[in-house]
């Protein structure tokens, strides 16, 4: 069983930076973070291998989101900058067990409470 919790959400004005963070309990072999605006669906934003450190951001986020990890502290991060109204959202961080190359929801087993990021014009 694995336990995610995270935690770095907040309100900023556009331009603005917000580290998330996502600690997590158990073992996990994929991590990542999606994101969900209201009357959206959710969409994947970074995902990285647990152990081997490869990852992958989406093209929206480019450039402006990085993620990583402290495997010591088994906590995954989500550092934004540049950021805009459009990745207002509700945050969660995900993870999986044996597998890491899929952007969707459903293939994730765990999930986190979710952080919201709100950023203003």
């Known amino acids: 069983q694995v336990k995610l919790v995270e935690s770095g959400g907040g309100s900023v004005q556009a331009g603005g930076s917000l580290r998330l963070s996502c600690a997590a309990s158990?073992?996990?072999?994929?991590m990542a973070w999606f994101r969900q605006a209201p009357g959206k669906e959710r969409e994947g934003v970074a995902r990285?291998?647990?152990?081997?450190?490869?990852?992958s951001v989406v093209d929206s986020v480019k450039g402006r989101f990085t993620i990583s990890q402290d495997n010591a502290k088994k906590t995954m991060y989500l550092q934004m900058t540049s950021l805009q109204p459009e990745d207002t959202a509700m945050y969660y961080c995900?993870?999986?067990?044996?597998?890491?190359?899929?952007?969707?929801?459903?293939?994730?087993?765990?999930w986190g409470q979710g952080t919201q990021v709100t950023v203003s014009s």
């Open positions: 158990g073992n996990t072999f994929c």
């Open positions: 990285i291998v647990t152990r081997g450190a490869i990852s």
């Open positions: 995900a993870a999986d067990t044996y597998r890491c190359g899929s952007w969707l929801p459903h293939n994730f087993n765990y």
